[in-house]
């Protein structure tokens, strides 16, 4: 499994890059085509550019040319791939170890009706989505984007009350991520067949075949960055422990929308860039501030704690998976090597552990074992006496 993960990760990596990176090439040229008067016949903008030692020169038509090119690109499998690898990840870390990685610890669904809850939600978002994009709300752009910021958020708050935090995390960008991919398998492509199909008969081309594909590829654009932040988040315990997990992740899904419009009119040569960067700017600023950990009350009477008292709540809590030999009944090795067996291992270690048990509860993982505030209340008196030492 770990093979697995590590391949699939790779796979799904680079078919991402890939895709995103054309989304972000095809976005940038639409918004720098040369559109000035005197375009030739057919032709609605130009562009000269320069790279990797050699002149480039592309132009739009404005509906098709003359005559269908022998060699035509499609971008296509790019995102297709991109999804099945993704999906194919997903099974890999979450869905074959349900019980320790996708359901909540004290949650009382199984991990069959967990995993059929994800599934659910990945189409019932893709469901939404489509539906409002084929109504007269695609006109209002702001209006889309508002009922979508409702739906992550709803799905947050819900995924949240029966999904470890980070696998809440991955599930929503995972919806995301199946409405990019859709928009290109059920509006984008079928769209440009009908371009192709039109150059080929010589036929009348409507504006809405090309709307169509235009809107679906913009909002894909849109879906970019808050899917890759999410996608990096789920390294970063900051984000997604705590309580107010799914907070933080509409503030993600805000700011890094807020990040890729400036981006958007800036390239367009639009107002509203600089207010919308100060927007995204103040947001990120508030975000750093209230995700700052709390500070650890220390234990009454200011009581010393010992190694010994410590390293109980260690090997209880912790060294069930972080072991040359874990009794764990999901990890065989111990996750990234980290083991908790000796005392020397656990002093060399101690900004870790103090990171991940006490900055943060992201450790255990999904608090499988349970561990109390208690217990960690006594680990951070423990490893604050360390350091004062």
């Not at 099974?91 to 320790?100: D, G, K, P, Q, R």
């Not at 315990?237 to 400036?262: C, K």
């Not at 600089?274 to 009477?301: G, S, V």
Request: charged content about 15%; overall charge positive; some cysteine.
């Amino acid at each position: 499994m770990d093979w697995l993960n590590a391949m699939l990760r790779f796979a799904h990596f680079i078919t991402g890059i890939a895709w995103i990176g054309a989304s972000f090439y095809f976005n940038w040229l639409e918004n720098n085509l040369n559109r000035s008067v005197g375009q030739k016949e057919g032709i609605s903008g130009h562009l000269w550019a320069v790279h990797g030692g050699g002149f480039y020169y592309l132009e739009k038509f404005k509906s098709y040319p003359n005559e269908l090119p022998k060699h035509l690109h499609w971008f296509k499998w790019e995102a297709y791939f991109t999804l099945i690898t993704g999906f194919a990840l997903f099974c890999v870390v979450y869905y074959y170890n349900a019980s320790s990685y996708l359901i909540k610890a004290g949650s009382d669904i199984s991990s069959f009706t967990g995993i059929l809850l994800s599934i659910a939600g990945m189409i019932v978002g893709w469901l939404i989505y489509d539906n409002v994009t084929k109504s007269s709300l695609v006109k209002k752009q702001w209006l889309v984007s508002l009922i979508m910021l409702v739906v992550v958020a709803i799905s947050a708050f819900f995924y949240a009350e029966i999904f470890t935090p980070r696998a809440m995390f991955i599930q929503i960008g995972a919806m995301i991520g199946v409405i990019m991919v859709f928009n290109v398998f059920f509006v984008i492509m079928p769209s440009q067949r009908q371009l192709v199909q039109a150059c080929v008969e010589k036929s009348e081309l409507g504006e809405e075949i090309g709307f169509r594909g235009y809107i679906r590829s913009r909002n894909n654009n849109y879906f970019t960055l808050p899917v890759l932040f999410i996608m990096i988040s789920n390294h970063y315990p900051i984000f997604y422990s705590g309580e107010n997990a799914p907070i933080v992740l509409i503030a993600i899904f805000v700011i890094t929308v807020l990040i890729r419009h400036y981006f958007n009119l800036e390239g367009e040569k639009k107002k509203g860039g600089k207010r919308t960067l100060a927007l995204a700017t103040i947001l990120t600023a508030i975000a750093f501030y209230a995700l700052i950990p709390e500070q650890i009350k220390p234990l009454k009477n200011n009581r010393v704690v010992s190694f010994e008292e410590a390293n109980t709540i260690i090997q209880n809590r912790c060294a069930t998976c972080h072991s040359k030999s874990p009794s764990d009944d999901t990890f065989t090795t111990a996750p990234s090597g980290f083991t908790l067996d000796t005392k020397q291992e656990i002093i060399n270690t101690k900004d870790l552990i103090y990171t991940r048990t006490i900055s943060s509860d992201s450790m255990p993982f999904g608090n499988k074992t349970e561990m109390t505030q208690e217990e960690r209340q006594i680990l951070a008196s423990w490893l604050n006496s360390l350091s004062k030492n």
